[in-house]
């Protein structure tokens, strides 16, 4: 039987084999760990009617424990070296496809449409590039595609946050577009000593729960991250004095807006729910130029 990529012994022969140098600014790290990985396409959720989205295949680490798992796998990657080197390593499966796309630029949609009418469901698992992971999940999040779920490696620090709740130093503009969006959780907790090489922070897997719809109702939906991140943008001003500023709208307007929302003015962003960011956006739409 043919040893699995993820094995110490078998990524380095493949480095070996193919003189590959890898690129510490496309985020290559090679994970080493098929307990880590079996963990992740279990929190995935995965089956035989699962068609699969991944990131950043890199040597095929996760894509091949995927394709063992899943109906089809679609595995997007940058590097242009990598792709005759994954198309030699999971030469043995025939439900992976391999594109060679920015996944940031690539029009995910279009695929979606083309490969997932013989699928039940549809799952984003990868091991992500961690220096794009929150452009990533957010150009996928916004564009509202039939995904049910995320299950993706990244920094811990940024899993950390995307989990956090009001009145916590992670929270801020960014975890509440996620939350707004999905419902994360952390799901494993990864030493640096999997990967190939070792990257120089703690990673985790979070699993994002994807919302059938927003967690609340808005008016306008730019319009309210528009006041999220507003409300950010100084971590320690007040909110009257953030929005103030982002918004340019009439002090007058603005205090009257809290008033009605029962916002005290001198709390910071951080204090506020998604709840009261809904509400509060909502009436500031009243008096939006
Ligand atoms: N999945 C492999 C594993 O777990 O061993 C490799 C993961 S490595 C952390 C991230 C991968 O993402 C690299 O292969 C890198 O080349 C690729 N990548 C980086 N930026 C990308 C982008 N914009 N679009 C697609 N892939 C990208």
Do not use: W
């Not at 899943?70 to 439900?95: G, R």
């Not at 205090?255 to 506020?272: C, D, F, H, Y």
């Amino acid at each position: 039987m043919n040893k699995d990529i993820a094995t110490v012994s078998k990524t380095l022969e493949i480095i070996k084999k193919y003189d590959f140098h890898i690129k510490k600014s496309l985020g290559q790290n090679f994970i080493v760990d098929t307990n880590i990985l079996h963990k992740m396409i279990e929190n995935a959720g995965i089956t035989d009617e699962t068609m699969v989205i991944e990131i950043g295949p890199g040597i095929g680490s996760l894509t091949e424990q995927l394709a063992k798992k899943a109906k089809k796998v679609i595995a997007y990657e940058i590097d242009q070296s990598l792709i005759p080197i994954l198309q030699d390593t999971l030469k043995q499966y025939h439900n992976i496809k391999i594109i060679h796309e920015d996944i940031l630029k690539v029009n995910v949609r279009k695929m979606i449409d083309e490969e997932s009418h013989d699928c039940r469901d549809i799952v984003v698992c990868a091991n992500l590039p961690y220096y794009i992971t929150t452009p990533i999940l957010m150009n996928l999040l916004e564009q509202k595609l039939p995904i049910e779920r995320f299950c993706v490696m990244m920094q811990k620090e940024v899993a950390r946050r995307l989990c956090g709740g009001p009145k916590t130093k992670e929270y801020n503009a960014l975890t509440i577009a996620i939350q707004y969006y999905t419902v994360p959780k952390i799901v494993i907790n990864v030493p640096h000593t999997v990967f190939i090489p070792k990257p120089n922070v703690s990673s985790a897997v979070l699993k994002l729960e994807v919302r059938k719809k927003p967690v609340v109702e808005v008016i306008d939906e730019k319009f309210f991250f528009k006041v999220v991140r507003g409300s950010f943008i100084q971590r320690r001003k007040t909110i009257y004095n953030n929005l103030k500023q982002s918004l340019s709208i009439e002090p007058n307007y603005l205090l009257k807006a809290l008033e009605m929302v029962q916002i005290n003015p001198s709390t910071r962003g951080e204090a506020l729910t998604i709840e009261q960011f809904a509400l509060l956006s909502d009436e500031l739409l009243k008096y939006k130029k």
